[in-house]
């Protein structure tokens, strides 16, 4: 692997650039940002500057073309990220990087603390309630380890690029969907790294073309890791709503994606206890698998807003294996309306809070 890796570099390395009058290349001049090899393919970042965009890209051509023919090596994917120190520019005004999502009014973290627990599932039945109550909605896949938007909604073609150089969102549903799962294909794990996932995840929210969108749900990777903490601080998140179900393990890793947001600042707009009951279709009898009212209890001990339950349903897992969420094929299903009110709740507190300000949308 570490072989592959080692002819990328000389492959780019042989791409000359000018920096202040002087040759140079691209490597020796730190351009790259990272390059991730894994099951013969490859994932390259660049460290562009938007100020002088039409530069990198030419470059990212480059890049491409000298990646061409490797034995080993299946497919590649070259990525532009935003940077303000950058040596091709440095003559050029620094711009924020933020101002790509000054259209966005509330972006709210759908986050869980493993897991398993519904929590993409949770997100685009969430998106799309939002959407039914009125408002602009974009869903952000922000799942690196296993992003399953695309597949519970039925997507997978690639985003197009516009004139402008921003990728263009999936339209599905009346919303604006972006997946890191359009840009690398399903079956490669991918490694990642610290900066690359920060780089991957600004690329998606600054690069593409979002359009004026009241709320934009970011699905974040399961857990509480460094990886989950930075996006917390990198991403301007208006609130964030945990997903858990009401037993006492899920629970115990909730509490520590309440820590998280708290300690970055970012409001806890409330829990929502996924699978909390099951009604059985033939005999109509009640069973609360995972527990009772855990999620529930725990927002109180925690004095947070429990926004509420959602059942455990065949319909919500066939519908979302079919690539069809439950609230487009059955918006009348008493599940569907659970979202609704849920939805309501998210929005009532989101917009009393505003968008916050969090500065740090820059990756140095
Ligand atoms: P996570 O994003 O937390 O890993 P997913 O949303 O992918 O979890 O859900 C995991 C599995 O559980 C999926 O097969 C999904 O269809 C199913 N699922 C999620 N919530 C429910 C529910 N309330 N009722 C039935 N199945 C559910």
Known sequence: MSQIRDLIIDRIKSIIITVDGCKSNVIDEKLVDDIVVANRKAFISIRADKSNIEKYKQLKIKVEKVLENIDDLDS????????????????????????????????????????????STTSINL?????????????LD??????????????????????????????????????????????????WRGPMVISAINQMLNDVDWGVLDFLIVDMPPGTGDVQLTMAQKVPMSGAVIISTPQDLALIDAKKGLEMFKKVNVPIIGIIENMSTFICPHCKEETYIFGKEGAEFEAKRQNVDFLGGIPLEVAIR?????GEPILSCYPEASVSKSFLSIAQKVVNKSDAKGKSNNPNLIIQ
């Open 76 to 119: 590649f994917s070259v990525t532009l990220t935003s940077h303000e120190d950058n040596p091709l520019s440095k003559n050029q005004s620094n711009k924020s990087t933020k101002k790509g999502i000054d259209s966005i009014s509330n972006i709210i973290a759908v986050a869980s603390g493993k897991g398993g627990v519904g929590k």
């Open 127 to 139: 998106a799309l309630a939002i959407k039914n109550l009125g408002y602009n909605v974009g869903i």
């Open 142 to 191: 922000a799942d690196i380890y296993g992003p399953s938007i695309p597949k519970l909604v039925g997507e997978n073609k690639k985003p197009k690029v516009s004139d402008q150089g921003k990728i263009l969102p999936i339209i599905k549903y009346n919303i604006s969907i972006m997946s890191i799962g359009f840009l690398i294909s399903e079956d490669t794990p991918m490694i």
């Open 318 to 322: 066939e519908t979302s294996d079919a």
